[in-house]
């Protein structure tokens, strides 16, 4: 995940390793944080893999690399945002994409939550067959983890239908 939070804050200019890392602090630490130690390891992967470059740079009598996104890594980052969303993947996978949908057109976005919406309301409907199936048997303890799921996702439908009129009516 964190190569694709790198690729979206590329997306906005010219980076250090330091200025991802508060970056990152300041704005997606609520659902995704990353130290110094898995930023740097990133960076080099992705220039390796030709989705950035670097170039050093002297400030304030410091050498510092900065990081530019190049066309191949804007591409493969967009590519990722447009893919749907797997309700089932960690909430943090999930808003790292959320975060950055100001990149895609809005029609896009809106498609992409509604599918998002729907996919979880199939899953809601599943479960609540498989409750009525299983409930005389199931024990207290399995049930309630069943119950959770079934409210976890409720929340989130009902989360993404106002987050999604909200993008409408913006």
Request: hydrophobic share 40%; proline share 2%.
């Amino acid at each position: 995940m964190i190569k694709f939070i790198i690729l979206g804050f590329l997306n906005y200019g010219q980076f250090t390793g330091y200025d991802l890392k508060q970056m990152m602090t300041y704005s997606t630490s609520n659902f995704i944080s990353a130290s110094f130690g898995s930023i740097y390891p990133a960076l080099n992967k992705l220039e390796k893999d030709g989705l950035i470059s670097s170039t050093k740079v002297v400030e304030n009598g410091r050498y510092k690399k900065k990081y530019t996104i190049n066309k191949i890594g804007e591409d493969e980052f967009i590519r990722w945002l447009e893919e749907p969303i797997d309700f089932m993947r960690s909430y943090e996978d999930i808003l790292a994409k959320v975060f950055f949908y100001k990149k895609l057109p809005k029609e896009s976005t809106i498609k992409l939550i509604e599918q998002l919406i729907e996919d979880i309301n199939k899953k809601i409907k599943e479960l609540e067959k498989l409750e009525t199936m299983i409930k005389k048997e199931a024990e207290y303890f399995e049930i309630s983890t069943l119950y959770f799921g079934r409210d976890h996702l409720k929340f989130m439908a009902d989360w993404y239908g106002k987050f999604v009129e909200d993008i409408k009516q913006r």
